[in-house]
């Protein structure tokens, strides 16, 4: 066996492993979310005054979102659980779709985050009705939100930085047909 085929088995091989680190990396940062999210829950409804982190800075209060950012689309459960299923089911999609080159790896695992918290705030419309949100950053007025919440912003963040810097349109092709 030379050099070559060496190379193309473990090539083979690593292309049976991304899959696997994305639904990894996915259930990793639902787990974290969750229990983020039940910490809050048991410990921070009994301070209504919150709890300071960092002073001035950052604080931890409890608040039950029934809606989505900003708490819009407040008690429209069902219409907030079918689209967020459809972006996640759209998203887990592409991200299975996307070629195992080592170039794709930011994109998948860019994907693999924003799924991530989306499915941990799903889990929480469909099990609580609501969503758990405890982080307060006290410097600015911005809305109380959670560790999924990082997720879903982070990842869009970054995605739009790789889709202007990184990748060319060319680049996407695979979304919409399938290489031969």
């Known amino acids: 066996m030379d050099q070559n085929e060496i190379y193309e088995i473990n090539e083979k091989d690593e292309y049976r492993l991304k899959p696997v680190i994305s639904i990894f990396l996915i259930v990793a940062l639902v787990i974290i979310d969750q229990i983020t999210k039940i910490f809050a829950a048991a410990y921070l409804p009994n301070t209504p005054e919150g ?43 592409v991200l299975l779709a996307t070629p195992k080159e080592k170039k794709y790896l930011p994109f998948s695992v860019t994907l693999a985050v924003i799924i991530a918290g989306a499915a941990g705030n799903l ?21 109380i939100f959670n560790f999924a919440d990082i997720c879903v912003c982070l990842g869009l963040f970054v995605l739009v930085i790789l889709i202007i810097f990184k990748y060319k349109e060319n680049d996407f092709r695979f979304i919409f047909k399938r290489e031969k």
């Open 123 to 143: 889990i929480d419309r469909i099990i609580r009705g609501y969503v758990v949100d405890f982080i307060k950053v006290d410097f600015i007025n911005f809305p």
């Open 51 to 93: 709890v300071s982190v960092v002073n001035g800075v950052l604080s931890l209060y409890y608040v039950e979102n029934t809606g989505i950012s900003f708490s819009l689309l407040a008690s429209k459960l069902v219409l907030i659980i079918v689209v967020t299923s459809i972006i996640i089911a759209t998203l887990s999609y």
